[in-house]
């Protein structure tokens, strides 16, 4: 099957700071991913849509410069969560969709996010 | 707009014995696509079984199985002869049908299934 990967899977930072998170289709083409964000115990919220050379949908509510989104090739997108806040602690999850073919969606491991 | 109603927060069930999680929806359009997944405490996001709005035949994948009824708009998964690795959160979804187009999925609030040995 199609493997979604995330890294890091695991970060601490300090407020303020920013990070990068990177979503990669290993063996398939993507030309959409979507970012989701998940609070503990509650469910997946859609945070944007990253098209390959466009970009980002963001979802209603969803700072755009906050979240900074990227999807610079057919495998990888990023999500940079800019002077982060001890609020931006949480789960983040990325999806990506195959190229052509089949639209099936895949998702990656996720990214734990801690903000000190 | 898009609406995912999963009313069940949490569900204990014995091992063997067979479980339904409830979903039911809210869409205007005719074409969708129903999915679950199952979400173990490594936070992975594991697909179980998809539902098209115009298949006529309930999905069955192994021992899960969506009862769906159009009309009533529910989709409810069905694990048939439960173990103990059942054990995770469940998330009844909906977006566009699988092959169509890149869409975004909408997720219910999820349903945290216990099993006791």
């Known amino acids: 099957g199609a493997v979604v990967s995330q890294h890091p899977s695991r970060v601490i930072c300090k407020s303020g700071t920013s990070v990068k998170i990177e979503c990669r289709s290993l063996d398939f083409q993507a030309t959409t991913m979507f970012w989701y964000r998940q609070f503990p115990k509650k469910s997946l919220m859609l945070m944007a849509t990253?098209?390959?050379?466009?970009?980002?949908?963001?979802e209603q509510g969803v700072e755009k410069d906050k979240f900074l989104i990227n999807h610079a090739s057919l495998t990888l997108s990023t999500l940079t969560v800019t002077s982060a806040h001890p609020e931006d602690s949480s789960f983040y999850i990325c999806?990506?969709?195959?190229?052509?073919?089949?639209?099936?969606?895949?998702f990656g491991p996720g990214t734990r996010l801690t903000v000190t | 707009a898009q609406k995912i109603t999963q009313t069940q927060p949490g569900m204990f069930v014995q091992e063997k014995e067979a479980v339904t999680l409830d979903c039911t929806y809210d869409t205007s359009d005719q074409s969708y696509g129903l999915f679950w997944y199952k979400q173990p405490s490594s936070g992975e996001m594991i697909f179980l079984i998809y539902q098209g709005s115009y298949d006529e035949q309930n999905a069955t994948e192994g021992r899960y199985s969506l009862n769906f009824q159009k009309a009533r708009k529910s989709a409810n998964l069905v694990i048939s002869a439960s173990q103990l690795g059942d054990s995770a959160m469940y998330f009844c979804a909906m977006s566009k049908p699988r092959y169509s187009s890149a869409s975004k999925i909408i997720f219910g609030s999820g349903t945290r299934l216990s099993i006791r040995p």
């Open positions: 990253s098209n390959e050379g466009s970009k980002a949908t963001y």
């Open positions: 999806s990506a969709h195959r190229l052509a073919g089949s639209y099936e969606q895949y």
